[in-house]
């Protein structure tokens, strides 16, 4: 079923799929698909065609989508398909299940991208990637990033309660090690009341900096975790906010005109796509 779009200064289209719509699933999994695999089928069967360069997201939901994708490949439905892993994680779900792989490098043509999501501002579609799932995944938030920047297109799939407008909650910010600390009292002086900073820890729960042993990535970054506890008006102008702060490197916000949201449902699976942004500087 088709919704009209609301009257905005963008374009929103909607599209609703409810239970009653078939799914190609194997012998294997339950009778009655949980929300994120529903989620993760709708991505794989509306938006990845034979040919593709396809980034594979990371999350429970991309898990999903990838397998599927394997099991689409090897079934002949899809053909030719190449994945770009965001993660270890991704890549190694991609090996187990059959999809082949390249390497990222910022010359690549990437015609899709799924991802999970951790949150969805409504209306925007501007989204939060990063907040800590697993340690291992501490490492890949801007190749995520990258890589949904550079598809043509991409889907963020997200669970129906965090799809929403006034989100609360944490966005990652990676930034230099070596002033970690003054770039964290500026960005707590930003959102003085309305927000928590604390470096990132690598084991366990360590304070707000982040113990002896905080997360250093690959790159020799930090992250600090901007945990807002009152609702956030708008997430593209904290993007913009942070992007102005010396020594940030950048951060868990993805503004992306060509977008769309898979949102999962108890009781159906919603898409929102963004047809023109009216958040400045999207990709």
Partial sequence: MLVAAASTPFSLSFAVFTRSRSFRVSATLSREPS???????HTVDSYVKSGMVVGLGSGEASDLAIRYLGHQLRSGSVQDVVGVPMSARSASEAAKYGVPLKHFRDDFQIDFAFHDADAVEEGTLVSVIGRRRTTEEDDYILRQKSIVKAADEA???????????GLEGSIPVLVQSLNWLAIAEEIDDLYLGEAEVWRRASVGDAGPLGGDFPIVT????NILDVIFTTPIPSLANVAKSLDNIDGVVDHGLVIKTRCTVVIAGEREVRTVTLQTSAVEDGV
């Fill in 155 to 165: 889907v963020f799939m997200v669970k129906e309660e965090l799809y929403k407008s």
């Fill in 218 to 221: 690959s790159d020799g970054h």
């Fill in 35 to 41: 929300p994120l695999l529903r989620a993760a089928h």
